[in-house]
C-alpha cells in the first residue's frame, strides 16, 4: 500500500515528463526513492510505518506544483532528447542500411561485375555486367566498365571493330589498326575476308599475319586432323580432308606465309592504346578490368595457332596418302619457319611465346614422325632433335629452375601473393625479388581484411533488420498498453566506451599485432601455408567486433532498465535463450555471408537474407507466444528498440573510419605492384609485355625457342 | 525565520553545486546536508532541489548515475562535470565577492 502511494505521488510529480517516457520513469523512480528515504528517516525518528509514510507524503509538498516545476527544468533537454531519437529513428537507420548495401553489397556486385568481364573476355560470348550499382556508384570502376563495353565490342561486334580501324586509318601506325582488325575480323562471308586479307598484305607485305589468317580459315574448311579428334578405343584416328579447295588454297597462303620474315598481330601495342584511353585504376576491379582488356586481346591467339599446328602434319599426311610425297614434305617443312613466326622477335608478348613453345613441340613432334613416313630421315633425326630442346625448354619453363640450380617458386609461395604464385609459371626461371612480391601480398591481406569488414557490416545490417522488426513486434504488442517499448538514449559515455571497447581496439589491437614484423607474420603471402592463421585472425577479430560492442551495451541497456524500474528477466534465464536465438541469428548470418562471398553470387543475398528474416521472425514470434516473455515484454521491447541505433552507428563508424582506409591501402598497394596487377597502369613501349618481368620473361622465352630451333642449323654451318 | 524566496532562489543552484563538488550525493542527501549545515534554517522542499538539479544535468554542469549505495538502496548520484567544477568555483567567488560588499555596507557605521 505505502509502496503504492508513493508510485502514485511520484507518477503524478513526474507526469509533465510523460512525452519523453524514459526520463519520466527515470524521475519517477528517483522521487519514489526519495519518498522512500523520507519515510525510513521518520521511521528512524520513531514513527511507524504509516506515520512515517503519511509524514513523508504530507512534506512532499504539492505533486501538481511539482509537476510544473520540473517540466520547466527540463523543456530544453526535452527538446534536444527528441530531436535526437528523431535523427536516431529518421537518419542514422536508414544512412546504415544505405552504407551497408553500399559498402558491402556494392563492392561485391562491382567486384563481381569485374570478375563477369574478364570471364567474358576469354570466353567466346561476352558477357557484360548489368548490375545494381555498378552505373551509379561513380568512381574508377563504374568507368573503366563503361569504357570496357565500348572497347570491348568482339568478337560479336565486327561493326565496332571495322569504325576503330576506319577511325585510324589515316594515321601513321594504321597498319596496327588494320592488322587489329584482321585478327577479330568473321570469316562467314569468304569473299570479304580473302578481300579483307589482301588489303593487308598491301598494307604491310612483309608480315606474315594476312596469310597466316587465309591458311587458317581455309585449313578449318579444308581438313580435319587427327590431332584435333578425340582418339575412342577400338575406333581408328585418321586425318580427313573436308574440302579439297580449301585444303589447297590453305597449304598455298601456309606456304607464302613462312616465306615472310615477320608475323605480327599488334596485339600488345593495341592493348597499350585501350590503356592509355581509360582513366587512371585505383581499385582492384578497376585493374581486374584492365586485365580483361589484355586477356580479350592477347589470349585468342592461342587456339588459334595451335589448330593451325595441328593441321599441318595431318596436310601433310594427307598428301602422302594421296602419292605427293614432295608436296608432303614441302608442307612439313613449313613447321620450323612457322615456329619461328610465331616465337617472333623482340616484341613479342610472353603469351605469344608460351603459344610458340606450345606449336613447336606439337609440330616438331609429329613432324619427326611425318619426315620418317616419308624417307627423309635426316630431316627426321634434326626434327627430334629439335623437339628434344624444346621439350627441355618447356619442362625447364614448368619447374622454374634457372641456370643457377634455384627454383623461384618456393619463394613466391611463400613472400609472395596468390595471383604471383598463378603466375609464377608464366615467370618460368626468372625469380622476382622479393621488394617486388611486397606489393603484391599486401595488396592481398589489405582484401582480405576488406572482405571480413564486409562480412562484419553485412552481419551487422542482417542484426539491425531484425532489432528493427523486434522492435515493431513488441511496439504493436504493446499499442493498448502502458508498457510501450523505449528507445534509450544511452550517454556519450558509455556509446563512447563501448566503441573503443567493442570496435576500436580490438581493431586496433590486430592492427599493430598483423603489422609487427616477424610476429604478424605478414612477411607470408595468403599462399604460404600461414593461410589459415591469417584467416583464423580475421574471423576472431571480425566476431569480436560483431559480438563484443553489442554485448556492452546490451549490458547497459538491462542496467538501464533496472534504474527505470522495468521488470527485468533474470540473467541466467535471458542468457540461456538469448544465447541460443542470438547464436543462431548470428550463425545464419556468417553462413549467409560466406556463401555469398564463396559462392561469389550476389543473387543468394536475397533468398538467404528472406531465410535469415523469416527465421527471426519465428523467434520473435514465439517469444511472443511465450507468457515468461510477454512479462518481460516492455524489455525485450526496449532492447531491440534501442540496440537498433548501436547497430547502425557501428555500420556507420566503420564505413566511413576502416573502410575509406582500407580502401587507401589498397589503392596504395596496388599502385607499388610491379609485379602483377600494378603493372597494369605503368604499360609502356619499353616493354615488350606488361611488366618488367613478363619482359625479361618474354626475351628469354624467345631466344631459349629460337636457339632450339636453330642449334642444328648453325652445327651444320 | 522563513526567508524572501526570490533570495533563497537565487542561492540554491551555488550551494548545490558547492555540496556536489564535495563528493557525489543523491537528492535526499543533498536536503538533509543543508539542513544539518544550516541548523534547520534551509528547509528545502522537492520542489525546490529537484527542478535545481534537473536544470543543472540539462546545462551539463551536473551528470546522473544510478549506483547501489551503502544500505544497499539504488539512488541516483549527481557529480559534478569539468563544466560544472568551473561554474561552481565562479559563482562561489561571486556569492564571496557580493556578500562581502553587502557586508561593507551593513558593518559600515551610518554617518551623521
Known amino acids: 500500500m505505502q509502496q503504492q502511494s508513493f508510485e502514485q505521488l511520484a507518477e503524478e510529480a513526474a507526469a509533465g515528463l510523460k512525452a519523453d517516457r524514459e526520463l519520466f520513469l527515470d524521475v519517477k523512480q528517483e522521487l519514489q526513492s526519495h519518498l522512500e528515504d523520507k519515510a525510513r528517516y521518520f521511521t528512524g525518528q520513531g514513527h511507524s510505518q504509516e506515520e512515517s509514510a503519511e509524514l513523508a507524503r504530507k512534506s512532499f509538498g504539492s505533486p501538481l506544483d511539482l509537476a510544473a516545476e520540473l517540466l520547466d527544468a527540463n523543456r530544453r533537454r526535452m527538446k534536444l532528447r527528441s530531436l535526437l531519437r528523431l535523427t536516431f529513428g529518421a537518419l542514422v537507420v536508414p544512412v546504415a542500411v544505405v552504407l551497408a548495401l553500399y559498402v558491402g553489397y556494392g563492392r561485391l556486385a562491382r567486384a563481381k561485375a569485374a570478375t563477369e568481364t574478364l570471364y567474358g573476355s576469354i570466353a567466346t560470348d561476352v558477357k557484360l555486367p548489368t548490375l545494381p550499382f555498378l552505373g551509379a556508384a561513380g568512381g574508377p570502376a563504374a568507368h573503366v566498365s563503361s569504357v570496357v563495353r565500348q572497347l570491348q565490342g568482339r568478337p560479336g561486334n565486327a561493326e565496332n571493330i571495322r569504325r576503330y580501324w576506319e577511325a585510324h586509318r589515316n594515321e601513321p601506325d594504321s597498319h596496327i589498326y588494320y592488322a587489329y582488325y584482321a585478327l577479330f575480323l568473321e570469316d562467314k562471308d569468304e569473299r570479304a575476308y580473302v578481300e579483307a586479307m589482301r588489303q593487308g598484305e598491301k598494307i604491310e607485305p612483309q608480315n606474315a599475319l594476312y596469310n597466316v589468317l587465309l591458311a587458317e580459315h581455309y585449313l578449318a574448311h579444308g581438313v580435319l586432323a587427327k590431332a584435333e579428334r578425340v582418339e575412342k578405343a577400338g575406333e581408328p584416328v585418321t586425318d580427313d580432308m573436308l574440302d579439297r579447295r580449301a585444303f589447297e588454297l590453305g597449304i598455298a597462303e601456309l606456304r607464302k606465309a613462312v616465306q615472310k620474315p615477320y608475323l605480327r598481330g599488334y596485339q600488345m601495342e593495341v592493348v597499350r592504346k585501350k590503356l592509355n584511353m581509360l582513366p587512371h585504376p585505383l581499385l582492384t576491379e578497376d585493374y581486374i578490368h584492365l586485365i580483361a582488356i589484355v586477356a580479350a586481346e592477347l589470349f585468342p591467339d592461342l587456339t588459334r595457332h595451335r589448330t593451325l599446328a595441328r593441321k599441318i602434319p595431318g596436310c601433310a599426311r594427307i598428301l602422302a596418302s594421296e602419292g605427293r610425297a ?392 | 525565520m522563513p526567508f524572501n524566496t526570490e533570495l533563497v532562489g537565487s542561492t540554491v543552484e551555488m550551494l548545490v553545486l558547492r555540496l556536489v563538488s564535495e563528493r557525489a550525493m543523491y537528492g535526499y542527501e543533498i536536503i538533509q546536508i543543508v539542513n544539518e549545515r544550516t541548523e534547520g534554517a534551509f528547509s528545502w522542499k522537492e520542489g525546490t532541489l529537484y527542478p535545481v538539479l534537473h536544470r543543472l544535468e540539462g546545462k551539463s554542469y551536473l551528470v546522473a548515475e544510478w549506483q547501489m549505495g551503502d544500505s544497499g538502496k539504488k539512488r541516483k548520484y549527481y557529480k559534478l562535470t569539468t563544466k560544472g567544477m568551473a561554474q561552481a568555483t565562479e559563482k562561489v567567488s561571486e556569492w564571496e565577492t557580493f556578500s562581502r560588499s553587502v557586508n561593507a555596507v551593513l558593518c559600515q557605521p551610518a554617518q551623521s
Open chain 1, 326 to 717: 614432295a608436296d608432303a614434305e614441302a608442307v612439313m617443312d613449313a613447321w620450323k619457319p612457322l615456329t619461328a613466326l610465331f616465337a617472333g622477335d623482340s616484341n613479342t608478348t610472353l603469351i605469344s611465346g608460351l603459344s610458340a613453345l606450345a606449336c613447336g613441340t606439337l609440330l616438331s613432334k609429329e613432324g619427326a614422325e611425318v619426315y620418317s613416313m616419308l624417307g627423309a630421315q635426316a630431316k627426321a633425326q634434326e626434327t627430334s632433335a629439335i623437339y628434344e630442346r624444346i621439350v627441355r625448354v618447356k619442362e625447364e619453363w614448368r619447374t622454374g629452375a634457372n641456370e643457377n640450380k634455384q627454383n623461384p617458386k618456393a619463394m613466391i609461395l611463400s613472400h609472395g601473393s596468390r595471383m604471383a604464385s598463378i603466375l609464377s609459371p608464366v615467370f618460368g626461371s626468372i625469380a622476382p625479388e622479393q621488394r617486388e612480391l611486397t606489393p603484391g601480398r599486401m595488396h592481398e591481406h589489405v582484401l582480405m581484411e576488406e572482405v571480413t569488414l564486409h562480412l562484419v557490416l553485412i552481419v551487422l545490417a542482417l542484426a539491425l533488420l531484425g532489432t528493427l522488426i523486434q522492435g515493431a513486434v513488441w511496439l504493436h504488442r504493446a499499442r493498448h498498453t502502458d508498457s510501450i517499448p523505449l528507445l534509450l538514449m544511452p550517454s556519450a559515455r558509455t556509446i563512447v566506451r563501448s566503441l573503443l571497447l567493442g570496435a576500436v581496439l580490438p581493431a586496433l589491437l590486430y592492427w599493430a599485432y598483423s603489422r609487427l614484423p616477424m610476429v604478424g607474420g605478414r612477411e607470408h603471402g595468403w599462399a604460404s601455408a600461414m593461410w589459415p592463421r591469417f584467416a583464423a585472425e580475421l574471423v576472431v577479430v571480425g566476431l569480436l567486433m560483431i559480438w563484443l560492442p553489442a554485448h556492452l551495451i546490451r549490458r547497459s541497456i538491462r542496467q538501464r532498465c533496472e534504474d527505470l524500474g522495468i521488470p527485468v528477466p533474470e540473467k541466467k534465464e535471458e542468457s540461456s535463450t538469448t544465447r541460443r536465438v542470438r547464436g543462431g541469428i548470428i550463425a545464419a548470418c556468417i553462413v549467409a555471408a560466406v556463401a555469398v562471398f564463396v559462392r561469389g553470387s550476389v543473387s543468394l543475398l536475397i533468398p538467404l537474407s528472406g531465410v535469415i528474416l523469416a527465421v527471426g521472425l519465428c523467434i520473435t514470434a514465439m517469444r511472443y507466444a511465450r507468457g515468461k516473455r510477454q512479462r518481460y515484454g516492455l524489455y525485450y521491447g526496449t532492447l531491440a528498440r534501442s540496440l537498433a541505433p548501436v547497430y547502425a552507428f557501428s555500420i556507420i563508424l566503420l564505413s566511413l573510419t576502416a573502410q575509406p582506409w582500407l580502401l587507401y591501402k589498397e589503392a596504395n598497394w596496388l599502385r607499388k605492384d610491379t609485379l602483377t596487377y600494378g603493372y597494369l597502369a605503368q604499360s609502356s613501349d619499353k616493354n615488350v609485355g606488361c611488366s618488367s618481368i613478363e619482359t625479361q620473361a618474354s626475351l628469354r622465352l624467345s631466344r631459349l625457342l629460337q636457339q632450339a630451333l636453330e642449334a642444328n642449323t648453325q652445327a651444320r654451318k
